[in-house]
């Protein structure tokens, strides 16, 4: 019997030796610390705590999507074929979510499958990252050249648009996040990035004029002016301000929330979370949120600095690039610097497509590291405990 377990032991630790387990267990204990702040306030649910419930379930199938992503090689994925697949096929379900997809709170955004929602725009976050690896990796050294700017800027502006006119502005400001990111990870040149910033200035105007939604304005215009209507546009953001700062160093304590208990801050499981969690945990609570975010963003970049090619280490900072920019997104409008898009915590918010596609990325990226030679893993590890 010992034989028998100690021979599964070994099988398992050579199957998942490439998992960076310091990154998923960091993922792990940010998705348990949205779980306990969901459990905080199980009376304003109406079937008795379902957020929490199916968190854990959603939670589950993440570890075990992570696990089975992390197994392949990944090399198919730089085929020209499979990425203008995997392209094509998230613009036909950007285009069909917009005739057919289920309505929520004025956003036509997901599939009503029943049991569960699922939501496009997660994944076409990573198809992307996926298409601009495979681009750049092939013309790096030819990136100086405008054309390679505005052709993977077309790639990127095709999904931005679907997503808009959801309308989900939080997803599309991720999805164009991850686009520049990349482009200057790539390397461009400081004239293009000066053109694209104009360019994206009289974007922005006629998007203001013609594109955005009476709400999408009224949303801006209480950021810049957050006082002016308290009641209205206004409310859900001075709220989310309140409770961050009333958690002040220690925090209220976990269940005793009032901003989130009473019912004052809305969505307090998915759009506000952070400032859910901050006003129950306090500074010290946010500080060790952050440090966890930081774990994974570092351990993230160490594989990307460490790759042994040009489409892992693009893949690798694209990934930091998403996940980053959608704390940056989710944390700013939580306290007042940026405008409510309705963008979800990365691991920690509640729902499963975002989370699934979020764990599903880290386990590709694992997958990716099993192409990697076991003394530049070995040397890889070393390093990056000493980093962490």
Not at 255 to 267: I, V
Not at 348 to 373: C, F, K, N, Q
């Amino acid at each position: 019997m010992h034989a028998l377990i100690r021979n599964g032991a070994e099988s398992g630790a050579r199957i998942f030796g490439h998992v960076d387990w310091f990154l998923l267990v960091s993922a792990f204990v940010i998705s348990m610390l949205g779980l306990v702040t969901m459990r905080s306030f199980p009376t304003l649910q109406p079937d008795g705590g379902a957020f929490f419930e199916r968190q854990v379930v959603w939670i589950g199938l993440a570890l075990c999507v992570f696990l089975i992503a992390s197994l392949p090689e990944y090399r198919f994925l730089r085929r020209t074929p499979v990425v203008v697949a995997l392209y094509s096929g998230i613009i036909f379900l950007l285009g069909l979510v917009l005739l057919f997809g289920s309505v929520v709170k004025g956003a036509q955004e997901r599939f009503d499958l029943g049991a569960f929602f699922v939501q496009p725009s997660d994944p076409a976050k990573i198809t992307l990252i996926v298409l601009l690896s495979k681009y750049f990796s092939r013309r790096h050294i030819e990136i100086a050249h405008i054309r390679h700017i505005l052709i993977s800027g077309a790639y990127a502006v095709f999904l931005v648009v679907l997503v808009f006119f959801q309308p989900d502005l939080g997803s599309a400001i991720i999805v164009a996040s991850v686009w520049l990111g990349m482009v200057l990870i790539a390397g461009i040149s400081w004239k293009h990035l000066a053109a694209l910033l104009i360019t994206a200035a009289l974007f922005s105007g006629a998007l203001w004029q013609w594109g955005l939604q009476p709400y999408q304005k009224d949303r801006i215009l209480t950021f810049l002016h957050p006082l002016s209507d308290l009641q209205g546009a206004g409310y859900n953001a001075y709220q989310a301000a309140i409770a961050v700062g009333s958690g002040e160093l220690t925090g209220k304590g976990v269940g005793y929330g009032t901003q989130s208990k009473l019912q004052f801050l809305p969505e307090y499981e998915t759009d506000f979370i952070f400032a859910a969690y901050a006003e129950e945990w306090g500074f010290f609570g946010v500080l060790l949120l952050f440090g966890l975010f930081a774990v994974v963003i570092v351990r993230i970049l160490g594989h990307a600095l460490r790759s042994g090619d040009n489409f892992h280490t693009l893949f690798a900072s694209g990934v930091a690039i998403y996940i980053l920019a959608q704390f940056i997104v989710h944390v700013g409008m939580n306290i007042g610097l940026l405008p409510i898009t309705g963008t979800t915590l990365p691991f920690m918010s509640y729902g499963g497509s975002h989370l699934l596609t979020e764990y599903a990325v880290l386990g590709i990226l694992m997958g990716m590291r099993r192409s990697v030679r076991p003394s530049t893993q070995a040397r890889d590890e070393t390093e990056l405990v000493g980093a962490v």
